[in-house]
């Protein structure tokens, strides 16, 4: 399979390997396959008996082989099987599935070790990077900010890696203890965690910062693993067809995704074009509404940080949508020149694209947006019927696709995508239902273990010197 920017106006394509370890391809643009695979009823019989005998790692080498060819197989099932190893994750089936009395389903992304979503691809790109880093003797220092789940994640599936070193920059006293806790409390002299007094911006910039600077950048091999990486999105398509397989004997099945920066979502978008049968897909947003306002007007209009609201589902917080560009790039058909038109010139000049006049109806979407009385009445409402514990992400979701299923406007049945534990986020479940939620054992008594971080003011030269000294 050969890649292409989504800005690209040549024939240019690269291979897998190369864009792994790639962020923005050189024009400003992301990474899509030339084209999509596709999979017809004969393949989805067949993964059915994988994903039942080999399990969720199986399945993940049956997907990912269709979009890698330069990795030997033997090699890419090895880095499935240790990405997705059973006793990785608190649920031995990886990605479960269960049924709410109302008959919506839930399927569970939230195993992994730091019990958000985002473990179901960062825990493959922590086999991927250092197998090709080894294989190319090269080494990689990744560079991040975060608000909190991609921080943890990321350093806890790059932990002990050969070749990966990994800087993380997080707002000092913003994130929850548990957050802080799942970060600060890894010991290990490749993981530098850095609290910078500011807020997540601030980090952001100190990142974009250091990476203007390409000389530094390259010298020291600066890299990232954010959430327009190509590999993330490929290991998200795995689950649309997990959960799948697990619920229908056939039939199409809709998805309500709880999204943000578009990455999840984006992956059951390209699972629908692969031919997975998805009716819709039933896009959650919480306040920050820039994308459920694209799919309801077609206009995108990215917001401020001052518009940027802080929510009680804060890993949706988000005013621009980094993934969306690949998306817009289907919509168009792959016309490259209209998307850096697009994106790399109008929407930066003027803060918003108008796509009213272009067709969407094919594309599955539909969205909603949540708020915060919305969370958490749902909250309660799953707790009081089911007795069942969802966190505020996972309730924007499900309270997307009650109404729009009471509404009319989607047809069941609906998965809903959970993607964090409740223990990530007690303050707001206690504040719904007055019950503290459960603590899997793993993380007994981590707020109390000594803490790896070092406190910096919001300056670059600062980060500039830890990573020199490293
Ligand atoms: C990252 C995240 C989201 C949003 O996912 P996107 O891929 O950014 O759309 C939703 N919920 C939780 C818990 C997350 O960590």
């Known amino acids: 399979?050969?890649?292409?920017?989504?800005?690209?106006?040549?024939?240019?394509?690269?291979?897998?390997?190369?864009?792994?370890?790639?962020?923005?391809?050189?024009?400003?643009?992301?990474?899509?396959?030339?084209?999509?695979?596709?999979?017809?009823?004969?393949?989805?019989?067949?993964?059915?008996?994988?994903?039942?005998?080999?399990?969720?790692?199986?399945?993940?080498?049956?997907?990912?082989?269709?979009?890698?060819?330069?990795?030997?197989?033997?090699?890419?099932?090895?880095?499935?099987?240790?990405?997705?190893?059973?006793?990785?994750?608190?649920?031995?089936?990886?990605?479960?599935?269960?049924?709410?009395?109302?008959?919506?389903?839930?399927?569970?992304?939230?195993?992994g070790p730091t019990v958000a979503f985002k473990d179901m691809a960062m825990q493959l790109l922590g086999e991927l990077?250092?197998?090709?880093?080894?294989?190319?003797?090269?080494?990689?220092?990744?560079?991040?900010?975060?608000?909190?789940?991609?921080?943890?994640?990321?350093?806890?599936?790059?932990?002990?890696?050969?070749?990966?070193?990994?800087?993380?920059?997080?707002?000092?006293?913003?994130?929850?203890?548990?957050?802080?806790a799942q970060m600060y409390a890894l010991d290990d002299p490749n993981i530098v965690n850095l609290a910078v007094e500011g807020v997540?911006?601030?980090?952001?910039?100190?990142?974009?910062?250091?990476?203007?600077?390409?000389?530094?950048?390259?010298?020291?091999?600066?890299?990232?693993?954010?959430s327009i990486n190509w590999a993330r999105l490929m290991a998200q398509i795995v689950y649309y067809f997990a959960a799948w397989l697990r619920i229908s004997e056939g039939g199409p099945l809709s998805f309500a995704v709880p999204s943000g920066n578009f990455g999840n979502i984006?992956?059951?978008?390209?699972?629908?074009r692969m031919g997975l049968p998805i009716r819709h897909l039933v896009l959650a947003t919480n306040e920050?509404?820039?994308?459920?306002?694209?799919?309801?007007?077609?206009?995108?209009?990215?917001?401020?940080?001052?518009?940027?609201?802080?929510?009680s589902s804060p890993s949706m917080d988000i005013s621009k949508a980094s993934n969306f560009e690949r998306f817009v790039a289907d919509l168009l058909g792959r016309d490259g020149a209209l998307v850096a038109e697009l994106f790399g010139r109008r929407l930066p000049a003027e803060g918003s694209l108008d796509l009213s006049a272009t067709d969407r109806s094919g594309s599955g979407f539909v969205s909603g947006s949540s708020r915060h009385a919305d969370r958490l009445a749902t909250i309660r409402a799953t707790w009081e019927q089911d007795r069942v514990l969802?966190?505020?992400?996972?309730?924007?979701?499900?309270?997307?696709?009650?109404?729009?299923?009471?509404?009319?406007?989607?047809?069941?049945?609906?998965?809903?995508?959970?993607?964090?534990?409740?223990?990530?986020?007690?303050?707001?479940?206690?504040?719904?239902v007055g019950v503290t939620p459960p603590r899997p054992a793993v993380f007994d008594g981590i707020e109390d273990l000594p803490r790896h971080v070092r406190r910096i003011p919001v300056d670059v030269d600062e980060v500039k010197a830890v990573i020199a000294a490293l």
């Open 1 to 111: 399979m050969r890649y292409v920017s989504t800005r690209a106006t040549t024939a240019d394509t690269r291979g897998f390997s190369d864009i792994l370890l790639e962020g923005l391809a050189p024009d400003g643009g992301l990474y899509l396959p030339v084209e999509y695979p596709t999979v017809d009823d004969a393949t989805l019989t067949r993964w059915r008996t994988v994903l039942a005998d080999e399990g969720y790692a199986g399945l993940a080498f049956e997907v990912c082989s269709l979009f890698v060819d330069d990795i030997p197989a033997d090699d890419l099932r090895a880095i499935c099987q240790r990405a997705y190893a059973p006793a990785k994750y608190l649920d031995p089936a990886v990605v479960p599935v269960s049924q709410l009395s109302d008959g919506l389903w839930l399927a569970h992304l939230s195993n």
């Open 129 to 180: 990077f250092p197998y090709e880093l080894a294989r190319r003797g090269e080494t990689l220092t990744i560079l991040g900010a975060t608000s909190g789940d991609t921080g943890s994640s990321a350093e806890h599936a790059l932990k002990g890696r050969d070749g990966v070193r990994v800087v993380m920059l997080s707002p000092a006293d913003r994130m929850t203890a548990f957050q802080q």
């Open 200 to 226: 997540f911006d601030d980090c952001q910039d100190l990142v974009k910062a250091v990476n203007a600077d390409a000389e530094f950048k390259a010298r020291h091999r600066i890299g990232a693993v954010n």
């Open 266 to 272: 984006a992956a059951g978008h390209i699972a629908r």
């Open 288 to 311: 920050n509404d820039v994308l459920d306002e694209f799919f309801r007007t077609g206009i995108y209009r990215v917001r401020s940080a001052e518009e940027t609201l802080a929510t």
């Open 390 to 432: 969802i966190d505020p992400h996972t309730a924007d979701g499900v309270h997307v696709a009650r109404r729009l299923l009471a509404e009319g406007t989607v047809a069941g049945p609906v998965v809903v995508l959970e993607t964090a534990l409740p223990v990530k986020f007690g303050e707001t479940i206690i504040e719904a």
